[in-house]
C-alpha cells in the first residue's frame, strides 16, 4: 500500500471513531451539545438555539452512525481504500458545512450554524485532500 493510502486509511479510522463518539454523544447527551455551541457564541453575541431533542437527535444519531459506517466500509480492505464510502463521506460533510452557512446567513446567526460549517467543512476539506493524494480526484460523470 502506498503512503498516501495508508494516510487516507487512517484519516478514515479516525473519523470513524470520531463520528462514532459523536453518534452516542447525540444519544446519551441531546441537548449538552447545543447548550455547550450556544455558550461558545454568547461572547461573539450570537443567538441561542433551542436545546430540543427528540425528532432531531434521532436523525443526527442515525447521521453519525452512517458516516461513521462509510469510513468502516472504505477502509475494511487491508491494501486499499474503498472510493464509493469516501465519495458519500464528503457529499454528507459538504452538505452539513453549507447548509449550515445558509441557516447561518439567512435564518439566525447561532455559533451552532457557524461552528458547524468550519467543523464539517474542515472535515470535508481535509478529507478531499487525502482521498486527491490516494484515489485521485472525484470524477463526475461514469464512463459513457
Given at each position: 500500500m502506498d503512503a498516501p493510502t495508508r494516510r487516507l486509511r487512517l484519516l478514515l479510522r479516525i473519523w470513524l471513531v470520531v463520528?462514532?463518539?459523536?453518534?452516542?454523544?447525540?444519544?446519551?447527551?441531546?441537548?449538552?451539545?447545543?447548550?455547550?455551541?450556544?455558550?461558545?457564541g454568547k461572547p461573539f453575541q450570537l443567538a441561542p438555539l433551542e436545546a430540543g431533542y427528540q425528532f432531531w437527535s434521532v436523525l443526527a444519531v442515525a447521521y453519525m452512525v452512517l458516516i461513521a459506517a462509510f469510513c468502516l466500509e472504505a477502509t475494511r480492505e487491508r491494501d486499499r481504500v474503498a472510493p464509493p464510502p469516501v465519495r458519500f463521506l464528503l457529499l454528507a460533510k459538504a452538505t452539513s458545512s453549507l447548509v449550515s452557512l445558509v441557516f447561518f446567513i439567512l435564518a439566525v446567526h447561532a455559533f451552532?450554524?457557524?461552528?458547524?460549517?468550519?467543523?464539517?467543512?474542515?472535515?470535508?476539506?481535509?478529507?478531499y485532500w487525502f482521498y486527491r493524494q490516494a484515489v485521485g480526484p472525484i470524477q463526475l460523470r461514469g464512463p459513457a
Open positions: 463520528f462514532g463518539l459523536g453518534a452516542l454523544d447525540f444519544l446519551v447527551f441531546p441537548t449538552l451539545t447545543v447548550r455547550i455551541l450556544n455558550a461558545a451552532a450554524f457557524l461552528a458547524n460549517f468550519v467543523v464539517d467543512g474542515g472535515i470535508a476539506l481535509i478529507t
